[in-house]
């Protein structure tokens, strides 16, 4: 009876945590950001804030540039007419409708409308979204074969497959809280962001402000860790149940 308890509950867990971490890996709101370069906004300072805003909020008048940027797209919003014009070569996706303009995620170490000409001050930043992205892709798969494990282990009540199962769904956790934690230290801690902004101040406008906030994309990502790492843990102790009972 306290098998099938355990069993219920590990399994919802674990349909949770991959249900989660499913919808921060496929939706590109990671991170949220607004642009602006209006000599008007003296008030506005540099900051970073929390919010579970679905996107960035602009107005109409081409002032503020808004982008969301995710694993797989980075999206513009508010780009000038001529923005667009200047980059077909390179567009993805692009809807007349909402003046959206969305880039493969992989080209930009930093969200800016149009690709990079310096490529020898990006290495780093390459290098460091490179990993990201490594570590995301082993917590889909892992999250993914754990999953498949645990179903083959049910008819069979296999303490081999359920902690092979077990096992996946912690290495899941770990590689998405490392993720997490890499997203973290790049806005937080790392330079880029300030150096971004100084490069657009000495170059385009030296008023340019930016504003960050932390995406759905972004929130999914713990709730998904933790039951990932519980549904791990009790598949863990299931097999062992099972191995000392048979």
């Known amino acids: 009876m306290k098998l099938s308890v355990a069993l219920c509950f590990a399994g919802v867990f674990g349909a949770l945590a991959a249900a989660f971490i499913f919808l921060s890996f496929g939706t590109d709101y990671w991170l949220l950001a607004s642009e602006t370069c209006d000599p008007e906004n003296k008030e506005s300072k540099d900051s970073l804030t929390i919010t579970l805003a679905v996107d960035v909020v602009h107005d109409q008048s081409g002032k503020i540039v808004s982008f969301h940027y995710g694993f797989f797209w980075i999206c513009f919003s508010g780009l000038p007419p001529d923005a667009f ?11 007349k409708s909402s003046a959206k303009l969305c ?5 930009f170490p930093f969200p800016e409308p149009g690709p990079t000409n310096s490529t020898t001050k990006d290495n780093t930043a390459i290098i460091y979204g490179g990993f990201w992205r490594i570590f995301m892709l082993i917590s889909v798969a892992a999250v993914t074969l754990g999953g498949f494990l645990i179903i083959c282990a049910a008819p069979f009540a296999s303490h081999c497959l359920y902690k092979a199962g077990g096992g996946l769904f912690l290495t899941s956790g770990f590689f998405m809280l490392c993720a997490v934690v890499m997203h973290v230290v790049w806005l937080q801690v790392l330079d880029v962001v300030q150096t971004f902004i100084n490069e657009q101040r000495a170059t385009h406008c030296p008023d340019f402000t930016l504003n960050l906030s932390y995406g759905l994309s972004f929130v999914f990502a713990p709730i998904g860790i933790f039951f990932a790492l519980l549904a791990g843990l009790l598949f863990l102790l299931i097999g062992r149940t099972v191995k000392i009972h048979h």
């Open 85 to 95: 014009l200047n980059h077909t070569g390179t567009i993805s996706s692009w809807e």
């Open 103 to 107: 880039y493969p995620g992989y080209l």
